[in-house]
């Protein structure tokens, strides 16, 4: 049964909050890319879409702990449709959501401008999270496996 979740109750737990563990990580990872990622001398290429493919691992991860009875597939599958939806809803303009996307929280999950690029990022990202997710979920539950 490769690409399917435990049904136990403790392993759900488990799952989800490695998942969150792991999404945390990867939003301290984003954040730090878009802070220092300029003065350390990184491309702007590296920092934009570095940091886009993180937004997208840090969705299906985040999708992971909030459903974790679903398939990596079925996440990865949710992943795809938020990250489309926002990056299509950028090319809808209105006073107040032109407003937040102008503050740091708004340009941070919704970003400002639309670059069909994004799409690529997003979707090298959430195969980035189906990757650290099996990896993580695999080796952590074999290994409370045999602890129990």
Known sequence: MHGTQPDKPVA???TSLIRAALALAVIVCGLSLRWYGFPLGLPAFVVKYGGSLLWATMVFLLVGVLLPRLTRTQI???A????VVVEFSRLVHTPWLD???????GALLLGRIFS????????VGIAFGVW???????HALVGWAKAS
């Open 12 to 14: 759900l737990l488990r």
């Open 99 to 105: 407003a937040f996307r102008l503050t740091t929280a």
């Open 76 to 78: 990865a599958a949710i």
């Open 132 to 138: 650290i997710d099996r990896l993580a979920t695999t």
């Open 116 to 123: 069909l690029w994004n799409l690529v990022a997003y979707a």
């Open 80 to 83: 795809v449709v938020i990250a």
